[in-house]
């Protein structure tokens, strides 16, 4: 067998995504608790769950794999990772790797994405009006033609626009539009995690310190903000690499070698990227980019993973690599 699954989770919740103008979890970014277990359950029993470390031992060593072999992994470093996902991976002794990101640990900061999405939930606006919300009308541009906010459908097109478009700029231009964003929406430009929807909730130091003294499991880096390591160069991408690794070895003691890019899409890095993580010891780095992960076409740089709960393909993924490909 030569095609390993390596799964990417996000989050694990115990509530439903909110209904009506709330848009919280409409992406079902964090899987339900029941369905999370199930899939943990029916992959222990069939499969070999490997850790990340194993893994790229296994990719030097070139070894051909006589069983279905799967790896799970979660980016960014949600909270409840820590007190939903973690008992299910101990029940099933499954290893795992968290990949977070540290600034939003250490100052305990909802991510961007979030933050958007609580702004477009607490918005009273009904509807944008190009001509006196010209920075959301820029961000749309001309491919969303409804401008109902009263929708859900409709909200979620336009914010989905607006995370895409966001997600291709220099961190110092999206604050920029995050700040006039919100003041065209006329709701606060952040938010606290106490305050907001558990489902927002990142991950404490000391949650993560408990995480690594169960040896199933590696912590690895994510970057500091979740910021799109390929639009930063020079000082800045070093601070964002280095920065995000320094905060690791400070809090838990070491760095893992493991590591994964914010969003992960062939556009979200390039050479000079993969360049500064190997100077900072890094040894393994997934995309997100939907696959099976394979020694012949990919390497320990851009070796791709199924995504669960956001992307729908990850069913019949994971039901055909259950079945035997
Ligand atoms: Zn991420």
């Not at 000079?272 to 390497?299: D, F, H, R, W």
């Amino acid at each position: 067998m030569k095609k390993i699954l390596v799964l990417l989770y996000h989050g694990v919740t115990n509530f439903k995504a909110g209904e009506n103008n709330n848009l919280r979890n409409y992406n079902a970014k964090h899987l339900s608790k029941t369905i999370f277990e199930d899939q943990i359950e029916q992959i222990s029993k069939s499969c070999n769950v490997i850790s990340t470390d194993e893994l790229i031992k296994n990719w030097q060593a070139k070894i051909e794999y006589k069983k279905p072999t799967v790896v799970i992994t979660f980016d960014d470093g949600f909270q409840n990772n820590f007190s939903i996902a973690k008992p299910i991976l101990e029940k099933y002794k499954v290893p795992a790797t968290f990949y977070i990101s540290t600034g939003n640990i250490t100052n305990q900061k909802i991510f961007w994405v979030d933050t958007l999405e609580i702004m477009f939930t607490d918005t009273v606006i009904k509807e944008i009006v190009p001509k006196n919300m010209p920075f959301i009308s820029d961000l749309i541009s001309k491919d969303i033609q409804n401008l109902t906010l009263e929708s859900r459908d409709n909200k979620i097109k336009i914010l989905d626009k607006i995370k895409q478009k966001l997600k291709l700029c220099h961190p110092k231009k999206r604050n920029f539009f995050l700040e006039n964003v919100a003041k065209e929406l006329e709701v606060e430009k952040s938010y606290s995690i106490k305050d907001s929807h558990q489902d927002y909730s990142v991950l404490s130091w000391d949650e993560l310190k408990k995480i690594k003294s169960n040896s199933l499991f590696t912590i690895g880096g994510h970057s500091r903000w979740h910021n799109i390591l390929s639009k930063l160069k020079g000082q800045e991408l070093e601070e964002e690499i280095y920065g995000s690794i320094k905060d690791i070895e400070n809090n838990l003691g070491s760095f893992s070698g493991h590591y994964a890019y914010p969003e992960g899409q062939a556009e979200h890095f390039n050479l000079e990227t993969i360049k500064i993580l190997k100077k900072y010891g890094v040894k393994a780095c997934p995309s997100a980019m939907q696959g099976l992960a394979e020694k012949n076409t990919q390497n320990l740089f851009n070796f791709k993973r199924v995504m669960v709960g956001i992307d729908q393909t990850s069913n019949s993924y994971l039901k055909k690599y259950l079945n035997g490909i």
